[in-house]
């Protein structure tokens, strides 16, 4: 197949859900082209989005059959690239629609080199992590268009270079801390504009309560959320907690142990006490835009554990709960101590949690292919309780938490495979991210 190089290549990508933050003007850095003639481009409808925001492509311009590879490139804090690709053939147009590919170019980088790049098909877990939102409010994906066919063969087409937002325009950003706060961790808040129509939502009550303007007041204040991880420790919900806020919700992420040096945390899973989460869950309510009666919690995998104790021992604090890849039961101290959760002090002896107390809905979301432990049982169990309900994904493993595109990486399921659990734990974040923000909001 003779290639034309004076066609043009037009890459067209729109993205898919509202609220993001302001569009691109649809230039690009194209090829070369026939000298004289038209130079490759790409178009973007929209080049700044939410990280978690799907995005459709199209290539058009060129020889039709002719085949071009798509690639995606993004570096990550420790200046690794990573990197995901697709190669595909023109129709009789000249036309490749990329709306399927889209979301594996996003979510399917791996590393290219670094201190992850040794970990690919190990089995190990890990994932991508550019800089934290609180000093790097995005990341940036370079997509490139490579022919690779007929006498173009290797030639580079256009290329555009995707803003992926973790905090869009107006959201704010505050470092907690134990010495200044009792709280390890970041508060986000949503845009000024967003938190003052929600004040006029509503008039808060003496008892903290609020009555709600009806159709013609401002708009209604939104649930806040608590996030956090769990046994790997840190700050593991920061880039969750940065994503609600542009969503318009109040959140906070938390650590609660291995917090580093001088944090004020201890170092294990050992006498971590309720109270210490009632606090920031406390915090958090007060802020500007919240509605204090919503408070949700967001934990994952021990963090689990923790959500849903929070909901049903502190249900006037306390109302939603989202437990990822959990446990039904209160399990013992990791790595080493003598009992994982306390409550004023007070150990909480291991076995099941009951839900009975708990004000809102538990929403349990695991995977199948889990070889941590047992996260679908324990889904199963929970959700005989009145007000649980479950999201169940066969061929996922542990990692089903979080937000979809912007979580490359891998882990190995309890059959020994990477490659399909990873892709099912980037399918199941796409089918339950969307749920978790539709119970938000309800």
């Known amino acids: 197949m003779r290639w034309v190089r004076t066609a043009a290549a037009t890459l067209t990508l729109a ?3 509202a609220g993001c933050g302001a569009g691109g003007d649809g230039g690009d850095s194209g090829g070369d082209g026939a000298k004289g003639g038209p130079k490759a481009r ?10 978690d925001t799907p995005v459709r492509m199209r290539l058009t311009g060129l020889e039709p059959g002719s085949h071009v590879r798509v690639t995606a490139h993004a570096d990550d804090r420790y200046d690794a690239t990573w990197a995901s690709k697709v190669t595909r053939t023109a129709d009789a147009h000249g036309r490749i629609d990329l709306s399927k590919d889209t979301g594996h170019l996003l979510s399917g980088m791996l590393p290219l ?3 992850h790049a040794k970990l690919k098909d190990s089995g190990t877990a890990f994932s991508y992590h550019p800089g934290p939102p609180g000093s790097q409010r995005s990341y940036k994906v370079k997509v490139t268009a490579t022919a690779v066919s007929g006498k173009a063969d290797g030639q580079h087409l256009a290329d555009r270079t995707l803003t992926r937002q973790w905090l869009t325009k107006g959201t704010t950003h505050r470092k907690l801390t134990v010495a200044k706060n009792k709280i390890a961790g970041d508060l986000y808040l949503p845009a000024r504009d967003a ?21 013609g007041g401002g708009a209604a204040r939104k649930a806040p959320v608590l996030v956090f991880g769990g046994s790997e420790g840190g700050n593991a919900g ?4 940065a994503l609600l806020a542009s969503h318009g919700h109040p959140a906070m992420s938390v650590c609660y142990f291995r917090c580093g040096s001088g944090s004020g945390r201890p170092n294990a899973i050992n006498k971590i006490d309720l109270d210490y989460f009632t606090h920031a869950g406390r ?3 007060a802020q500007d835009g919240a509605d204090p009666q919503r408070l949700a919690v967001i934990g994952n995998s021990r963090g689990s554990e923790v959500a849903q104790l929070l909901g049903q021992r502190r249900p006037s604090v306390f109302r939603d709960v989202v437990a990822y890849a959990p446990s039904s039961k209160a399990i013992g101290p990791y790595p080493a101590g003598t009992v994982a959760w306390t409550d004023h002090g007070r150990p909480i002896p291991r076995g099941p949690i009951p839900l009975d107390r708990v004000r809102g809905t538990v929403l349990a979301v695991a995977g199948g292919n889990d ?4 996260s679908v049982a324990s889904a199963h169990t929970m959700a005989k309780n009145r007000g649980v309900e479950k999201l169940v994904y066969p061929d996922a493993g542990h990692h089903v938490n979080w937000f979809p595109f912007a979580q490359p990486g891998q882990e190995g399921g309890a059959n020994g495979d990477v490659t399909t659990t990873s892709r099912a734990d980037q399918a199941a974040r796409a089918d339950s991210w969307p749920k978790i923000l539709k119970l938000l909001d309800g």
């Open 42 to 51: 790409f178009e973007t409808g929209q080049a700044v989005a939410r990280a």
């Open 113 to 115: 080199g670094g201190r």
């Open 371 to 374: 070889k941590m432990w047992g």
């Open 195 to 215: 938190r003052n129509d929600a004040a006029k939502g509503g008039v808060r009550k003496e008892d903290g309560t609020e009555e709600r303007e009806g159709k």
């Open 283 to 285: 915090v958090l309510r």
């Open 15 to 17: 993205v898919a859900a």
């Open 238 to 241: 920061t880039y969750t907690a």
